[in-house]
């Protein structure tokens, strides 16, 4: 008993500990400077890596916040560029040298100068630390060299006008600070000399990091914004409370029914805006180990049924809560490339892009797909069962979903398919060893189409990386691919991009189904000038990869002019 | 001192056989780190970063008896490489991250759970039957049944979002410093508070019916019979004698629960996001993070076998019986 007295005497404690934290906290003095509250990734605790270059703990707020671009190129707009540590570019007439010029009076977080040597010694060093070459970008660069304080001239090993963009936007460290880093590959770089706007971190723990204004940054007119909080948060459903609580600024997240979960908690000040991303689509393995399966997924008119079978506003409806766009187009597009668009492909083969259930029965009749051994689903032709799994990566809510309603299309036509969910490290083993018949998948997005169709049917990525799985090889595809990175006239890339379109168009080797959303949710009540629906000045979300980010904390200021 | 010595001989051969699952079992998942990071990662890292990577950890590439070797080593240099999910964290430098908090958490938790699960496990005993014993006993099972998923999402609902009593989330309050400060330590303590409780709560039922159910056995001893006649009082019988002989069995629970700490508690850190080890090994699982892994199960298997080791020690204490051979 006496025990229990004791805790009950312990438990009286608890309010006066309360109280004594909550005036503890209140007596912390009020220097208030202007912090935008961010939460671009999830972290069980933050290790303080600023190392640009390290890929599996560096801190999201290094790349763009911490170290500039030399350009960065406007996806939303065609790929317009915005001059940032360099004020121009230009290609030699063989198109095999570029040519940076750098601008002037940009100095680093520590005042001293920034100039050409510190991005010829910074592709040095890659040279040097294989690790460090995130792009793997002297497989495409033959040399770099530095006539003056302010050029830069980069000579490719072969054309390919994709070199400017990946150029653009590796991060440039400082020679005189990384000269003397006896490994920069495990270097965590804790307090980082960067030339960007937020360099000087003002506090660090594993659960909170501020990171404020660089008091040497060029552009510092443009900059109304103090500092950037970055709070520890684990998983979404943290995200959705701190997000309800009015706490974040600028965070991206799937919420589910966000009118009622975010929105409603703050109708005045919580917006969100989903731009269109990149495509997910349904991949056939066109090497399936399933000689019936191959053999179907090898016909051209039982893809082009399993395309017409797709209810795609259903899906994105009921799957996506609505927040997709639907794709479809027959060359896999995507609304984020519509200026792009050959309307003579989408004219020929648009028909098998749409829901078609009928359509897409008779088309699989006709072909000679048809029941042969009685058990009410079609098989080949020539009598092979038609029966697989379609992949979805377990966890993965909205594509698991999706692939449902994909099933449920295809078992509505009379395909024997259902659905499977492994672990996503199986999953994506299994689409690079091509140890599948069908998976959901999703593509990368880049400042043209190319980036998508390349790394999705180049065939020197085919089966060797998760997003080219399907073992498509067709020459004249690479060769069109090949043809828009040969040149930098318009004309011509379109001519090519036309070309690939009207390719994967007539062959359909995959479904694409809707255009992943960019998840991008924002607060007004304490900052505007956020970028949405009214402003689509540039991609708006706060994700590392997005180097339009740079942009948008730019063109953000706080609401009350100060403070 | 034969019994002892049985026994750490048991207990070599026991580490030597889990340390090389420990070493098996991971490599033998499907999927590899590198393929990993690409699946999860996205849209974020281009397929060209593939060479980069392999350069980067191209240690666990090597072949399995390289690795295996390097393993061993590590049993007695302590040191447990590099991560590959937290590179280029050490695998020590992860686990002394979370380590500090997991234990905090689950040794308070099995303490306070230990001492009022016995305690009322001895009443219950004791007057078996009566009205504590008959609504205790089986709200103790209740509690034991119920998921600790549930207990700590309520929690959490009734306390920290319903009634913000307690905060949501965190080991500390984000915007105080760590140091030796008495507003540090009642952060601590206010952000421990639910973690703990509900921890405690989803034990203390296996602790009551297992006293309990080794007190009845012993009540009915010819000792205890003697004792009363001989006019010992109540309280002096039920600690000394009953108590004392019926502990047993709950000491090798409570060995148990103390060498599973450095597992973590999984559920507990999710819901509370409280960083802890059991949320580290599983995101090394996903990551297949195979330095990471096996160090911490090398981790875990020494716990687990030093408990029982002092567990077994403190038998010999406990019961004179063993002492003879």
């Not at chain 1, 302010?150 to 000579?155: A, D, G, L, Q, R």
């Not at chain 2, 295996?68 to 999910?85: E, I, N, P, Q, R």
Request: aromatic letters at 12%; charged letters at 20%.
């Amino acid at each position: 008993m006496k025990f229990f007295r004791n805790l009950a005497a312990l438990a009286a404690l608890l309010p006066a500990t309360a109280g004594i934290t909550e005036a503890m906290a209140q007596a912390a003095p009020l220097d208030n400077p202007s912090t935008l509250t961010i939460v671009a990734n999830f972290s069980t605790g933050w290790v303080r890596n600023f190392n640009p270059y390290n890929e599996t703990t560096r801190l999201y707020s290094a790349r763009e916040f911490a170290y500039e671009p030399l350009i960065i190129f406007n996806t939303l707009h065609n790929g317009r560029p915005h001059y940032r540590l360099a004020t121009g570019y230009d290609f030699s007439k063989d198109l095999l040298k570029l040519t940076f010029t750098l601008r002037e009076g940009v100095l680093w977080s520590d005042g001293q100068p920034f100039t050409a040597q510190d991005v010829v010694f910074t592709y040095e060093m890659f040279k040097r630390f294989k690790a460090l070459d995130t792009l793997d970008i002297w497989e495409r660069l033959a040399a770099v060299e530095a006539p003056d304080a302010h050029t830069v001239i980069f000579t490719l090993k072969r054309v390919n006008a994709n070199s400017l963009y990946e150029l653009a936007r590796i991060p440039v460290v400082a020679k005189h600070i990384w000269s003397k880093v006896a490994d920069p590959v495990t270097f965590t770089n804790p307090d980082p000399v960067g030339t960007g706007p937020m360099t000087e971190v003002r506090r660090f723990t594993n659960q909170l990091y501020v990171q404020c204004r660089n008091p040497h940054y060029w552009d510092a007119a443009s900059l109304k914004v103090d500092c950037l909080s970055f709070p520890q948060i684990g998983n979404n459903e943290q995200l959705l409370a701190a997000a309800r609580n009015g706490k974040l600024d600028w965070f991206g997240a799937f919420m589910p029914d966000i009118e009622r979960t975010y929105v409603a908690a703050d109708p005045v000040h919580h917006r969100y805006w989903f731009p269109p991303g990149g495509t997910v689509a349904v991949n056939f393995n066109f090497d399936s180990p399933n000689p019936g399966n191959r053999a179907a997924f090898r016909n051209v008119n039982f893809r082009r049924a399993v395309s017409m079978a797709m209810d795609r506003r259903a899906i994105v409806d009921i799957a996506g809560y609505g927040y997709p766009i639907v794709n479809e187009y027959a060359s896999g597009l995507g609304r984020l490339y519509q200026d792009w668009v050959n309307q003579d492909a989408e004219r020929q083969f648009g028909k098998f892009a749409k829901y078609d259930k009928d359509g897409a029965r008779a088309l699989l009749a006709e072909s000679g797909f048809r029941d042969v051994d009685g058990d009410g689903y079609v098989d080949n032709p020539d009598g092979k069962p038609i029966r697989f799994d379609i992949l979805a990566p377990n966890g993965w809510t909205d594509w698991v979903n999706t692939t449902q309603l994909v099933v449920e299309g295809l078992n509505a036509i009379g395909i024997n398919v259902r659905v499977s969910t492994p672990e996503p490290a199986s999953w994506a083993q299994k689409l690079i060893q091509g140890d599948y018949d069908m998976a959901i998948n999703g593509y990368f997005t880049g400042e043209t189409p190319h980036r998508s169709y390349d790394t999705g049917f180049h065939s020197r990525f085919s089966g060797k990386t998760r997003t080219a799985p399907t073992r498509f090889n067709n020459p004249e595809l690479n060769a069109a691919l090949d043809a828009f990175v040969a040149t930098i006239d318009p004309d011509e890339q379109r001519r090519s991009m036309d070309k690939v379109q009207m390719i994967l168009a007539a062959n359909s080797p995959y479904v694409p189904l809707f255009s992943n959303p960019i998840w991008y949710e924002y607060n007004t009540k304490r900052f505007k000038g956020w970028f949405n629906a009214d402003n689509p000045v540039a991609r708006p979300d706060v994700f590392d990869g997005t180097p339009e980010r740079l942009l948008h904390l730019l063109a953000l200021e706080p609401v009350n002019g100060g403070g | 001192m034969a019994f002892l010595l049985r026994r750490v001989g048991f207990y070599v051969a026991a580490f030597i056989v889990a340390a090389t699952f420990n070493f098996l079992i991971p490599r033998l998942m499907p999927g590899n780190p590198v393929d990993i990071m690409f699946a999860q990662a996205g849209g974020t890292l281009p397929p060209e970063a593939l060479a980069a990577l392999k350069e980067t950890f191209g240690f666990i590439d090597q072949p399995w008896p390289a690795q295996f070797v390097a393993y061993l080593k590590s049993v007695f240099t302590w040191d447990l490489g590099l991560s590959v999910k937290f590179h280029p964290l050490t695998v020590n430098e992860v686990l002394l991250r979370a380590l500090p908090w997991t234990l905090m958490l689950v040794l308070t938790s099995s303490l306070i759970a230990f001492a009022i699960g016995s305690l009322a496990g001895i009443l219950a005993a004791w007057r078996r039957g009566g009205r504590f014993d008959s609504i205790g006993a089986p709200i103790a099972l209740m509690m034991q049944a119920m998921p600790p998923l549930v207990t700590s999402l309520l929690a959490l609902f009734l306390f920290a979002i319903y009634w913000p009593v307690f905060p949501t989330g965190y080991a500390y309050d984000p915007e105080i410093d760590p140091g030796f400060t008495l507003e540090f330590f009642c952060s601590i303590f206010k952000h421990a508070f639910l973690p703990i409780v509900t921890m405690a709560l989803a034990q203390v039922g296996g602790y009551l019916i297992t006293m309990r159910n080794s007190m009845i056995n012993l009540l009915g001893e010819d000792y205890i019979v003697l004792g009363t006649a001989k006019g010992l009082s109540d309280r002096r019988l039920r600690m000394a004698y009953a108590a004392r002989n019926a502990l047993l069995p709950t000491v090798t629970s409570f060995a148990m629960t103390l060498g599973a700490s450095f597992g973590g508690a999984l559920v507990t850190e999710v819901v509370f996001n409280y960083p802890g080890l059991g949320y580290t090994l599983f995101q090394g699982i996903t990551a297949r993070d195979y330095p990471l892994i096996q160090g911490q199960l090398l981790i875990m298997t020494l716990a687990m076998l030093t408990a029982n080791f002092i567990a077994d020690v403190l038998y010999v204490a406990l019961d004179p019986r063993l002492r003879k051979g």
